[in-house]
């Protein structure tokens, strides 16, 4: 009814984002890929959205989430189009389908590919990474199926293989659930000069592994080339590399590392692996690092918070695992942290909860607790979130000029939705 609806009304020239999602009931699947057709449903629902995209000459951004496959006939429909923004899900069904090649789409800035899996007939994206030339963005999620089989079927050089004569000129690429070959020799497809923000989840063995999987096409090591541009980095967990990306890079505003759900023994136990990346992260970005997200699983004493106060004096966002009298000790610090905004303090999965912990914790239950922290240091007037990891955030108002002293406060208990755009909440998640 929808698409009818833009076929058939004068509504489809304001529209701007369409999103497609939802199941498509392909009746004869079997018979029609043992005689090389495309069911006749795929077929009226392709060419339907065909019409829709010509009819809405202000589409800017496309979003297929349909669980058949996008046809030949909507992505010519694109490549005249002044579509910005694609994301495409493939289907996982591994019945024989069509293999297309996309063709380059000149105006697309961003390109977001899910459920990549060489076996379910997937299009072949190789032109339209090379050739489309605005694409700034990337990312890519390969079907976790591949990881959780150990199976390498990701060829990379095929995928990106026609971009070597003139690598990608990508601002931001994110990776999701790789596993392929750590081929050395291969070429790196993107310009590295170019990249501000990388994400890579699910992509990365733990210390615990083989660097077999790691994903070559990152200079992780001191042998490759520069990245000047990079402000931001989010990973899963952190690997072999990534203190030799820090300890090469510098100028970081954001880092994101939200620790695996389940760590693996070795990186519980190694704390010098927490050491050296903390020590990498304050001692080359501590300056510019505005955002920090550390691994739930890397519990801080309270001398290692007073290190990354001391040297991290910019930061406005700080989320870290902490026992709660270590984490109440940060009020103390909060004259080296000025423009604090959001402190939260992650779950330890490994010890009693959170909740447990507050309960002993003398007068957690009096509101002069969240008092006590919130004006312990009269020059924080930028702090207005705290999470104390118990399922309780907390936002504080300043009521009163910056000038008046003493400045009155206000707390309110708020559900985490209040919280959902802040980046160490934001990017807890292994969603890109």
Same mark, same amino acid.
């Given at each position: ?43 009226? !629902? ?56 996309? @063709?380059?789409? @000149? ?27 605005? $694409? ?27 971009? *070597? ?94 620790? @695996?759900?389940?760590?693996?023994? *070795? ?50 966002? $700080? ?15 909060? @004259? ?17 909860? $959170? ?27 930028? !702090? ?49």
């Amino acid at each position: 009814m929808g698409l009818n609806g833009l076929v058939l009304r004068k509504v489809a020239e304001y529209v701007q984002v369409l999103r497609l999602v939802g199941e498509c009931n392909e009746h004869d699947m079997e018979e029609c890929s043992k005689n090389g057709r495309v069911p006749d449903i795929s077929m009226m !629902l392709n060419t339907l959205v065909r019409v829709a995209i010509e009819r809405c000459t202000s589409l800017r951004e496309l979003c297929w989430e349909l669980n058949t496959k996008m046809l030949p006939t909507v992505w010519q429909g694109l490549v005249h189009s002044q579509i910005k923004s694609l994301t495409v899900k493939f289907p996982t069904c591994k019945t024989p389908k069509p293999v297309s090649i996309v @063709p380059p789409i @000149p105006s697309l800035v961003s390109l977001k590919v899910l459920d990549v899996d060489p076996l379910c007939y997937v299009d072949d994206i190789s032109r339209l990474l090379a050739e489309s030339k605005k $694409l700034r963005e990337l990312g890519i999620v390969w079907s976790p199926r591949m990881r959780e089989a150990n199976e390498p079927s990701v060829n990379l050089s095929a995928m990106f293989g026609r971009c *070597r004569e003139q690598p990608l000129q990508l601002r931001k690429i994110a990776i999701k659930n790789l596993f392929t070959y750590n081929d050395s020799s291969c070429p790196l497809y993107h310009d590295p000069s170019c990249l501000e923000e990388i994400t890579v989840i699910n992509s990365i063995s733990d210390f615990s592994k083989s660097s077999a999987s790691a994903f070559v096409e990152f200079p992780m090591r001191k042998t490759g080339p520069p990245l000047p541009r990079l402000r931001f980095l989010r990973a899963d967990r952190p690997w072999e590399g990534m203190v030799e990306l820090l300890t090469h890079t510098s100028s970081l505003e954001e880092i994101y590392i939200p620790g @695996p759900k389940k760590a693996s023994s *070795r990186e519980l136990k190694a704390d010098s692996i927490r050491d050296t990346h903390i020590e990498a992260m304050t001692r080359h970005h501590g300056q510019t690092l505005r955002h920090l997200l550390l691994p739930s699983h890397w519990r801080l004493t309270s001398e290692q918070i007073k290190y990354i106060a001391h040297h991290c004096p910019n930061l406005k966002q $700080l989320g870290f695992a902490a026992t709660p009298s270590d984490f109440m000790s940060i009020r103390s610090l909060l @004259p080296s942290l000025p423009k604090l905004t959001a402190i939260r303090l992650l779950e330890y999965p490994y010890s009693n909860p $959170l909740s447990e912990q507050w309960h002993d914790f003398e007068d957690w239950d009096n509101a002069d607790c969240i008092d006590t922290f919130v004006n312990g240091a009269e020059y924080s007037n930028f !702090l207005r979130w705290i999470d104390f990891g118990d399922g309780r955030v907390y936002e504080i108002d300043k009521i009163g000029l910056p000038e008046m002293a003493p400045r009155k406060t206000r707390v309110r208990q708020r559900d985490l939705e209040a919280v959902k755009d802040i980046g160490i909440w934001k990017y807890e998640s292994f969603e890109i």
